[in-house]
């Protein structure tokens, strides 16, 4: 691959500097498993290179010079100028080459063993670069250039170029005189993805307010465009509970025409009556769009304006901007994760511990016990294990995070972890007795919380594996809480439980004890057996 050309996957979400803040916020939503059209990003370096091969830096500078900002007339003339000079300028054999590779990835598609390759339609948009810049001027140069539906290599190119033109364009050039901006110090990445021919499309306002922070709103209208047709158009509004998902307000508008990719040109299309008046968005599209509202707003940790576009029923999220610009947003994970749907998962808090090297995973656990179980682990595991030892480095590498039951904020699974950018929690007490091998789990680094993220079988049935230390306590918390309802009988009560108690709740033994631990409750009388069953139960029924 190219250099200059940077895929979402490659990115950390750290990059602001080579790939400007809007393809980094991009990277970030990847990051945290949003759905995000297919694309990447063509780095600033590019910009420069472009810039020093056609020595257009000083032809740049001098006609910036020449400008007088009291006549419109040359101020117009002048940016002509600069923006004819870029578009005529060559861009390098390399660069071509290597923009004409990326491109044919995204119109790749495997079916079983078939490959095929399409020229598919883009999106194009500039994305900023500049260190001592507010966030509004980054924003307000972004907003000049990009296009929609572009196909073929040579439009592409050209799309790239307007992108770096726009930078010296009359409004972007009057806007940095009246706001004492050096335009010289900005440069730009361009980003392209994967056109989303949107049947709805739309903005979500994740918090509608400081007093309602549980109300999400969503405005949607038919056709490709979202946030530029609402100017243009009245949107559908919906109010949405985040807690407990509900609508609880509706505002329905007549929609006359939409805006649709009809030979490759976008065309303001008249809809039918019956059309006019259909509602954009139904219950189900409504509930994930709240959801996603949510995980967004919790991993920016401020309210979100986010731009979504809906192909078949699939949400894809095309950006996401802070509602004020003037607040801090939290610090953003550097894992990288896959693409998912968002309503793909549940999402339970399970277990807390101490939080000692951040990122936000998913995967599945891998109960660590002796060096035995090593083999087992994979790309997709988490370890889940008392104390990590200097023998599990190799193995921490190729999992995904890692989760013990002791430690610290300088233990040896926190030192490994931070240097691997991987998440780490450390010092959950109960980990490897509450969490059960190959349970579906989201590891949360930075907050110590790991969630449960799909329903957990019910193991009690006629098929159950043969049990040992690495599967003990599969009776959850939820199973225990279960049975205390069937038994009628009060676990909490640490002081009821007797050998006849133990029995009726039916935790079987060795989910409780390790192997090495039930032969040494074996020589022990009942009084100290059922001391034993209470401690460990106790630290279950904290948890509850």
Not at 460 to 489: A, D, F, G, S
């Amino acid at each position: 691959m190219y250099d200059n050309i940077k895929w979402f996957k490659e990115l950390s979400g750290f990059e602001e500097q080579i790939v400007g803040r809007k393809a980094t916020r991009i990277a970030q939503l990847h990051n945290c498993r949003m759905c995000v059209p297919k694309g990447f990003v063509i780095t600033n370096a590019e910009y420069f290179e472009f810039l020093q091969q056609n020595d257009l830096k000083s032809k740049i500078n001098q006609i910036l010079k020449e400008i007088n900002y009291l006549n419109p007339l040359d101020i117009k003339e002048k940016t002509d100028v600069i923006r004819i000079t870029i578009l005529k300028s060559k861009i390098s054999a390399k660069f071509k080459a290597g923009l004409a590779k990326a491109y044919q990835k995204i119109g790749e598609t495997k079916v079983g063993w078939l490959k095929s390759k399409i020229n598919e339609y883009v999106a194009i948009r500039s994305s900023v670069i500049c260190e001592d810049s507010c966030i509004l001027d980054i924003k307000t140069i972004e907003d000049e250039s990009g296009n929609l539906n572009i196909k073929d290599l040579n439009l592409i190119i050209a799309n790239i170029k307007e992108c770096w033109a726009s930078l010296f364009s009359e409004k972007i050039l009057i806007y940095a005189k009246k706001n004492n901006i050096d335009i010289t110090k900005y440069s730009i990445a361009v980003i392209i993805q994967k056109m989303i021919d949107a049947k709805e499309s739309g903005i979500i306002i994740t918090t509608k307010n400081e007093s309602e922070p549980n109300i999400t709103t969503i405005e949607a209208v038919f056709g490709i465009g979202g946030r530029l047709m609402l100017n243009e158009i009245t949107p559908d509004h919906y109010e949405t509970q985040k807690r407990f998902f509900e609508v609880v307000n509706k505002r329905l508008e007549k929609q006359l025409w939409e805006l649709k990719r009809i030979k490759g040109q976008n065309t303001k299309v008249e809809l039918n009556k019956k059309e006019q008046n259909k509602e954009k968005l139904d219950k189900l599209a409504l509930q994930d769009l709240t959801t996603i509202a949510k995980i967004v707003e919790n991993h920016f940790g401020i309210p979100q304006k986010i731009e979504f576009a809906i192909n078949k029923k699939d949400i894809f999220i095309l950006n996401s901007e802070p509602v004020n610009l003037n607040l801090i947003e939290k610090n953003i994970s550097k894992n990288k994760d896959r693409q998912q749907k968002i309503n793909s998962f549940k999402n339970k808090l399970i277990l807390t511990g101490v939080g000692v090297s951040k990122g936000i995973i998913t995967g599945k656990v891998k109960i660590i016990n002796d060096k035995d179980d090593f083999h087992n682990i994979d790309s997709e595991s988490i370890i889940v294990t008392n104390m990590t030892t200097f023998e599990m480095s190799d193995i921490i590498k190729q999992s995904k995070a890692v989760i013990t039951n002791q430690g610290s904020a300088i233990c040896n699974a926190a030192i490994i972890c931070q240097k691997l950018n991987k998440p780490c929690i450390v010092n959950t007490k109960t980990a490897t007795s509450l969490l059960i091998e190959n349970q579906k789990i989201q590891v949360d680094g930075a907050k110590g919380e790991i969630h449960s993220i799909e329903e957990i079988v019910n193991l009690n049935n006629n098929k159950q594996p043969k049990l040992n230390y690495k599967t003990k306590l599969k009776c959850t918390l939820e199973n225990i809480l279960e049975n205390k309802i069937k038994k009628n009988i009060d676990i909490r009560n640490i002081d009821n439980i007797d050998l006849e108690t133990y029995k009726a709740i039916n935790i079987p033994f060795n989910y409780l004890f390790s192997e090495s631990e039930i032969i040494e409750i074996k020589n022990l009388s009942k009084k100290e057996i059922i001391s034993k069953i209470r401690e460990k139960l106790e630290k279950i029924i904290r948890n509850i």
